[in-house]
């Protein structure tokens, strides 16, 4: 079984710069989240998508970061202007919503550097 | 409210010597517990789950963890560690009130020393 995809693997740019990562989940998996995990911390949840729908999204900063699962499937998380503090490991997760108990089943991440 | 505290950030153990992650959890239900092992440049991987069943859950590469309600603990044992242990380790508690969401430690990093 292909387990979660994400790319690019890393990314610098500069301040003020947009920036978009992109993420497919394992198939058949309903749930797909978004993470930032800046570097000494755990991860923290973005935003939950339940096939195209937005489940949570109460801490996603609004003012610059985007996200979207068209068709339920793959999903592109948008960060537009970056800021230095932005600089972090954005992880894609899924899970199978059919289960019982929701593992969850993360992908490598995208390590963004903001200059 | 969910959380969870990892009481250690940094352990060192030398190789094969038992390994302790110490985490204690809060949480307003029947929680289910998750224990995560991060290598360098890595996902997150699961090592084993707690969901109400035995409270005594056996995990992959040879951990453990054990489930202790009167404690609200779910610490991670080893009984010899390997230099391939050497990663960072998050616990992670997640209920149903709410939706599943995943709460995650702050981390503790396990050097082995060989």
């Known amino acids: 079984e292909a387990g979660v995809a994400q790319s690019p693997r890393y990314k610098i740019i500069e301040k003020r710069q947009s920036v978009a990562f992109w993420c497919n989940p394992i198939s058949g998996h309903a749930t797909l989240y978004w993470y930032q995990q800046i570097l000494g911390q755990g991860p923290k949840l973005l935003i939950q998508?339940?096939?195209?729908?937005?489940?949570?999204d109460s801490q996603l900063p609004k003012d610059r970061f985007s996200a979207e699962r068209l068709k339920g499937v793959d999903s592109t998380l948008k960060i537009q202007p970056a800021k230095l503090e932005d600089s972090a490991v954005y992880l894609c997760a899924s899970s199978d919503s059919g289960t019982r108990v929701y593992e969850q089943y993360f992908g490598p991440g995208t390590r963004l550097t903001v200059t | 409210a969910q959380s969870v505290t990892q009481l250690d950030s940094h352990v060192s153990v030398s190789e094969g010597t038992p390994v302790l992650l110490r985490c204690n959890y809060s949480?307003?239900?029947?929680?289910?517990l998750f224990w995560y092992v991060q290598h360098p440049n890595k996902g997150l991987q699961l090592l084993l789950k707690y969901t109400s069943a035995a409270t005594l859950v056996k995990g992959i590469n040879g951990f453990e963890a054990e489930f202790k309600k009167s404690e609200t603990s779910f610490h991670l044992t080893k009984p010899s560690a390997h230099m391939s242990d050497a990663a960072e380790y998050f616990c992670?508690?997640?209920?149903?009130?709410?939706?599943?969401?995943?709460?995650f430690g702050t981390g503790t990093s396990l050097t082995v020393i060989p």
């Open positions: 992670v508690v997640s209920d149903f009130l709410t939706g599943n969401q995943f709460y």
């Open positions: 949480s307003s239900y029947s929680p289910s």
């Open positions: 998508f339940q096939n195209n729908g937005v489940v949570d």
